[in-house]
């Protein structure tokens, strides 16, 4: 899996958008772009993953740059359930697992 | 739907022990991974399983090993344990397609092995 780089922390309003930043510069041509996120304690929940289109679902929205270099997850009405470890993993989809950094600690402000 | 299940949630053990942790797939899914997540960091991937043999393995010693059901279940098996080897033990539920490609992963609730 590539290598990912994201802030070790970042603060949030409730209601306003959370938009976390990934850099994943050494992401190959078969590697998805992967979210996850993990509330304390509790097993990571998967978000969203696109290869080179944004996608976006009841959860989330993915940007992915047009030089797959980085990507954005944006949480577009963020809430205090919120609060979490998101992570971001470049990753092939084969039988090799999932490769987890520390993520970005998200925390929502009321 | 069901989620995938796990048990038993906590655990504590002595070291030199041996343990077995339980998971059950998500319906519908056809490949089961287990990862270890020590305090502080993020989960470590220890190996994948799918139609019951192991086709993926992390850096782990041989004394983690593993089983999947013919029901997608699985049970990961770790012998003599080791004080470091207390943490949260995650298992992740997937589908495997026909051509190979691995679909997203849904992740347990864990269990907490405590190792004194």
């Known amino acids: 899996d590539a290598k990912t780089t994201q802030p070790t922390s970042m603060d949030c309003a409730e209601g306003r958008a959370a938009n976390l930043p990934c850099n994943h510069s050494?992401?190959?041509?078969?590697?998805?772009v992967y979210w996850y996120r993990q509330i304390h304690s509790q097993g990571p929940q998967y978000i969203i993953h696109g290869l080179k289109n944004n996608e976006t679902n009841e959860m989330a929205s993915l940007i992915i740059t047009e030089d797959r270099k980085s990507s954005t997850l944006i949480l577009p009405h963020a809430t205090l359930r919120d609060t979490a470890v998101y992570y971001c993993i470049a990753a092939g989809g084969g039988a090799d697992g999932l490769t987890f950094g520390k993520g970005t600690h998200l925390i929502i402000q009321p | 739907e069901t989620g995938v299940t796990q048990s038993p949630t906590h655990l504590i053990k002595t070291r030199g022990q041996q343990v077995t942790l339980r998971c059950s797939s998500q319906s519908g899914h056809n490949t089961v991974s287990w990862y270890q997540q020590a305090l502080g960091q993020g989960p470590q991937f220890i190996f994948q399983?799918?139609?019951?043999?192991?086709?993926g393995r992390g850096n782990f010693p041989p004394r983690f090993s593993g089983l999947q059901f013919p029901n997608y279940s699985s049970e990961l098996n770790v012998n003599a344990l080791e004080l470091d080897d207390s943490a949260l033990y995650l298992c992740?539920?997937?589908?495997?397609?026909?051509?190979?490609?691995?679909?997203?992963?849904?992740f347990g609730p864990g269990t907490r092995l405590t190792v004194t």
């Open positions: 050494t992401i190959s041509g078969n590697e998805y």
């Open positions: 399983y799918y139609r019951e043999e192991e086709n």
């Open positions: 992740a539920s997937s589908l495997t397609s026909g051509g190979g490609y691995i679909y997203e992963q849904y």
